[in-house]
């Protein structure tokens, strides 16, 4: 069964550094989501795509994140400076269209020291 | 505002003992209902969407239903396997606020001991 790929696994860095996750959705699937996760808690959305274009950016803190999918396929989230609050599960989800289920990856654990 | 409130927040039963889920929740036309299983350090996985009150869906020892303000998770003669948190979010038809997107609850942590 396809899968959504994401990497690093795990990623510790110290505050004020930057980060960047990447993610390879599903074949063929147009939509690409950004979750986080705080342990405890459900996943919010950071962002939104279909296909190259971002579809929703609300919950995205703009001032030190940024997202871009460059070619439709994969997708790269960075963080620029990383502060501690930061620290969380960032999960890659995608579907074939707006209204389909997600299918998750593994995510990205983030330790901000 | 959308939201999804889900309890409870942990369940402990044993090998064979059924119970269900619940998740409430305010939405602005309701465009579905889905549940996700989520193992520790993993990405959440789909096992259902609601459309509908009324509709019903079963997968082995799991069963979904949807009224018009509720969700339940029925787990019937659970196994230790069936261990993990479950998720309930709900995507809305509006495009105002949450903008047609999934709004997750905080799950519900179940474990099944032998």
């Known amino acids: 069964e396809a899968e959504v790929a994401q990497s690093p696994r795990y990623k510790i860095t110290e505050k004020s550094q930057a980060v960047a996750f990447w993610c390879d959705p599903i074949s063929g699937h147009a939509t690409l989501y950004w979750y986080r996760q705080i342990l405890g808690q459900g996943p919010e959305l950071l962002v939104q795509?279909?296909?190259?274009?971002?579809?929703?950016d609300s919950q995205l803190p703009k001032d030190r994140f940024s997202a871009e999918r460059l070619k439709g396929v994969d997708s790269t989230l960075k963080i620029q400076p990383a502060e501690l609050g930061d620290s969380a599960m960032y999960l890659c989800?995608?579907?074939?269209?707006?209204?389909?289920?997600?299918?998750f990856g593994n995510g990205t654990r983030l330790t901000v020291t | 505002e959308d939201q999804v409130t889900q309890s409870p927040e942990a369940l402990r039963l044993q090998e064979g003992e059924s119970s269900s889920l619940n998740c409430s929740y305010t939405?602005?036309?309701?465009?579905?209902l889905f549940w996700y299983r989520q193992d520790p350090g993993k990405g959440p996985e789909f096992l259902f969407t609601?459309?509908?009150a009324g509709e019903e869906k079963e997968k082995e020892r799991l069963k979904a239903t949807l009224t018009k303000k509720e969700s339940f998770l029925h787990i019937t003669a659970p196994k230790p396997e069936d261990s993990a948190t479950y998720l309930c979010a709900v995507q809305g038809t509006s495009y105002g606020g949450s903008q047609g997107n999934l709004i997750f609850g905080k799950g519900t942590k179940l474990s099944v001991k032998p």
């Open positions: 939405v602005s036309g309701l465009r579905g």
């Open positions: 989800a995608s579907s074939t269209d707006r209204v389909s289920p997600l299918h």
């Open positions: 609601l459309y509908s």
């Open positions: 795509f279909q296909d190259e274009s971002v579809v929703d």
